[in-house]
């Protein structure tokens, strides 16, 4: 079946959302990739196939941002971003850095939030073998609901979950592939199979 495009949303921040599980130097990687986003938004994009995040270049990202700054109730802002993207374009756009492309089948969980003046959509997958979590911020006062909805039932669709939290944040054993059990007087994750701590 071809891939084509089910929904998009301009004007979105994405953001690692670092795992408990992760290094410390990890963490604050994703903690400075999360804030440098804020500066570059891009477009969100369900296809029948996959999740991407397309973001802007730095320059296109600074000049969304001063349009917003220099317009009335950021107007600027919004047109700019209102454009919409074909296939084609987001297939060129997931080559800029700081973009992402998710396939549904990888999804285990997620979540939608709501709140004044924005919304977030997170998402966990499977990348390799390294569970991540992103969390996409919409500016504005409309609700994404309907993508929330739409990404759920082709996550389904493609064979993916939408409800299986602990299994991202749930190590695997980097020896034998089996979930880790947390002890807690250790503070340590454990693999029980490989008789070992990770």
Known sequence: MEEYIIR????????????????AQRVAEAYVRGFMSTYRPGYLVLTNKNLYYVALSLSEG???????????????????????????????GIRTPGSLVIPLRNIRFVEYRK??????????FIQGNTPKVYSFNFRGFKSRKDFYDDLKR???HEGGSVDAKVEIFTPRCPTCGKPATWIPQYKRWYCYNCQKYL
């Open 8 to 23: 998009q949303e301009g004007d979105v921040a994405a953001y690692e959302t670092p795992l408990p599980t992760g290094t």
């Open 154 to 156: 082709w996550v389904l």
């Open 115 to 124: 709140y004044f003046g924005g919304s977030t959509l997170t998402v966990g």
């Open 62 to 92: 600074a000049t969304v941002v001063a349009l917003g700054a220099k317009t009335p109730f950021g107007i600027g802002r919004k047109i700019a971003m209102s454009k919409k993207l074909s296939l084609e374009d987001v297939y060129r």
